[in-house]
């Protein structure tokens, strides 16, 4: 999603920590968290770390703020920034997603107008039964939450009512930044808003929903075998998103 920026490699950069054209090195010994006004404050060596836009790192919940002092914890002698899921999750809600949410809940209700669960394949027949049974329960639990999506066929697009977008949008608006943010970085890994939903709210876990999101997939690599590198993307996404999920449970969500 455009409003949700990669990590920055100078996340959280103290003055000195690093040599130009170097990776970010560790500079601190040990970190922690401490309640502060406002929430639960990411220590190192008892001082706050900021984000790239100079934000201290100070987390809705104990529980998030832990997982991001564990991902400091776990560096060694440089940072790896792409081993730190939670520290992006907070900085991006920090940085940006509070300064864009409307825009953020307009892209999130945009996903669902074209809502992967929403195009079951054409052929062959034993996919298409697949889809519609367990992709139906999901449209079914997306009408009970007030989300009523009607299902096209392959590829052809089918217009979804205002009222079912509008109804996406006004979910995610009631959502903290913390918790919109992780939304809004799960939409997309499953291409369906109404899947990420239901990680959201508890109904699905992550790594179901992305079974869910790539029976298509599953069906092709049954017939034709499993490609190395695409299988690797694959446990990366599924473990991104279910880091994601542990972030919505810390939120206490």
């Known amino acids: 999603m455009s409003h949700i920026p990669p990590l920055d490699p100078n996340v959280a950069a103290a003055k000195g920590f690093r040599e130009p054209g170097d990776r970010p090195k560790r500079f601190w ?45 776990r560096q060694t002698e440089v940072i790896e920034p792409a081993t730190m899921p939670a520290t992006r999750l907070a900085s991006t809600a920090l940085d940006a997603v509070c300064l864009a949410r409307e825009a953020v809940a307009d892209e999130i209700a945009a996903y669902a107008g074209t809502d992967l669960i929403c195009y079951p394949a054409e052929a062959p027949t034993s996919l298409r039964a697949r889809q519609d049974a367990e992709w139906g329960r999901w449209r079914n639990w997306a009408a009970e939450h007030g989300i009523r999506l009607e299902p096209g066929s392959g590829i052809v697009h089918r217009t979804q009512s205002p009222e079912a977008l509008a109804r996406v949008k006004a979910l995610a608006l009631e959502l903290d930044d913390f918790a919109l943010t992780g939304l809004a970085s799960l939409v997309p890994m499953y291409g369906s808003a109404i899947l990420a939903l239901a990680v959201l709210k508890g109904a699905l876990s992550a790594e179901a929903a992305h079974d869910l999101s790539r029976l298509d997939e599953a069906f092709q690599e049954s017939q034709w075998g ?7 993307r694959t446990a990366a996404i599924r473990a991104e998103a279910m880091e994601i999920d542990a972030w919505f449970r810390a939120l206490g969500l």
């Open 29 to 73: 010994k040990a970190a922690g968290v401490a309640e502060v006004e406002g929430g639960h404050a990411v220590q190192l060596d008892g001082r706050t770390p900021k984000t790239p836009a100079g934000r201290p790192l100070v987390l809705p919940t104990a529980e998030t703020a832990r997982r991001v002092a564990a991902e400091w914890d």
């Open 226 to 232: 499993i490609d190395a590198e695409a299988a690797e």
